[in-house]
């Protein structure tokens, strides 16, 4: 198992990768550190509550948890939602939490986010232990504290920040995720590579065939040195406040409004993550700030890990995209603000770029090339 901690203004907290870890002695001390003697809700979605609850629970009673109960909302990302944040807090009433009491989080980036705003904010926050079982929220997000839920409106607009006290990631449970969420993961580990480690990126470039496999210890390295990035940027901006952060949002704000615009049912997050990724490096090439190689590079490793880069849903126009994304939380008075790449490796905030250039951009990944 390897073991590495977060270390943030408000908190500090052991990232334990590895697998079985929800059965390892090394894991259950941690576990044990966080849980022993308090009541855990653990709280996953339709789809991993029956393959992994019964394993949470039985780690959470070996670590000394009491009264452990279970909620399950409808996998998905259209069900991030206010209302289903509702009904785990009346689940939570049920349960007879008090404010010594954990949520357990046990999912993927959905289940984290859902779960985490839960502990955040119900009797004005309690304990969060993330168990990932996703690709994408071993590497992203159930590190470094942001949970939240979807609007119509955008992705993620209300939410917290809320560090957990541990994060184990189990990479067995990697074994039953479908192929489409195991591609969601690889884009945001592309993201990794492209915003902060050209070595990374390049091994990524490497290693499509072993990637794409799950090869099992290519993947506990890459998961490693995800969250050992993240640990660093959390470490350094904890709240997105210092334009540290800010660039884990490479492809994001193209991104999420693919997201939303396609009501949470379209493209799924990874995927309206590459497609965002592909538009911001053509924006880069456009302003003349990334050499048309290096985004080339990019769109190769995308395409090898079978990872759309163009939009076919009518509905997303140029002007439907950027009225979503003018919504995003990184947007300031209306006006965009985003993360491009100079380089493999490398990314730069661009604030107000021309909209007229955006919009070329995003017309110009529409439909079939
Ligand atoms: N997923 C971006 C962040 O956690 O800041």
């Known amino acids: 198992m390897r073991q590495l901690t977060v270390i943030t203004t408000s908190a500090s907290y052991p990232v334990c990768i590895g697998r079985e870890t929800l059965a390892c002695p090394e894991a259950g001390q941690a576990l044990r550190a966080a849980v022993a003697g308090r009541a855990c809700l653990v709280i996953s979605d339709s789809q991993v509550g029956p393959l ?16 452990v109960r279970a909620a399950v909302f409808p996998a998905g990302e259209a069900a991030k939602t206010l209302d289903t944040v509702a009904g785990l807090y009346r689940e939570a009433v049920a349960a007879g939490l008090d404010r010594t009491s954990a949520v357990v989080a046990l999912g993927g980036g959905v289940a984290g986010d859902v779960a985490g705003f839960v502990a955040a904010t119900f009797l004005r926050g309690i304990m969060l232990v993330q168990m990932p079982t996703s690709l994408l929220a071993m590497v992203d997000s159930s590190v470094g504290g942001k949970v939240g839920v979807d609007l119509p409106e955008g992705k993620n607009l209300v939410g917290a920040f809320h560090q957990p006290v541990l994060v184990l990631a189990d990479l067995a449970c990697l074994g039953t995720l479908p192929p489409r969420e195991w591609r969601c993961g690889l884009a945001e580990i592309v993201k990794y590579g492209m915003s902060l480690d050209a070595a990374l990126f390049r091994r990524l470039a490497s290693e499509t065939g072993p990637l794409l496999a799950g090869d099992p210890a290519l993947i506990e390295d890459i ?5 050992q990035l993240k640990a660093e940027v959390v470490g350094a901006d904890e709240r997105e406040e210092s334009g540290r952060r800010v660039i884990l ?8 409004a693919i997201e939303a615009l396609g009501g949470y049912t379209g493209l799924n997050h990874g995927e309206a993550v590459a497609v965002g ?14 050499p048309p190689a290096a985004a080339a590079e990019q769109e190769r490793l995308l395409t090898a890990l079978h990872l759309p880069v163009r939009l076919d849903d009518p509905r997303l126009t140029a002007d439907r995209m950027l009225d979503a994304m003018r919504r995003d ?4 008075g209306g006006r965009l603000r985003l993360v491009l790449p100079t380089d493999i490796g490398r990314v730069e905030v661009v604030a107000d770029p021309d909209e007229s250039l955006v919009r070329q951009v995003i017309g110009g990944r529409r439909g079939s090339a």
């Open 277 to 290: 990724m592909a538009m911001a490096a053509d924006l880069a090439v456009a302003l003349g700030r990334l």
């Open 249 to 256: 949002n490479y492809g994001h704000t193209f991104g999420h």
């Open 223 to 227: 998961v490693a040195r995800c969250c």
């Open 329 to 332: 939380k990184k947007s300031r």
């Open 52 to 67: 992994y609850g019964a394993a949470a629970r039985r780690a959470l009673e070996a670590a000394g948890a009491v009264a």
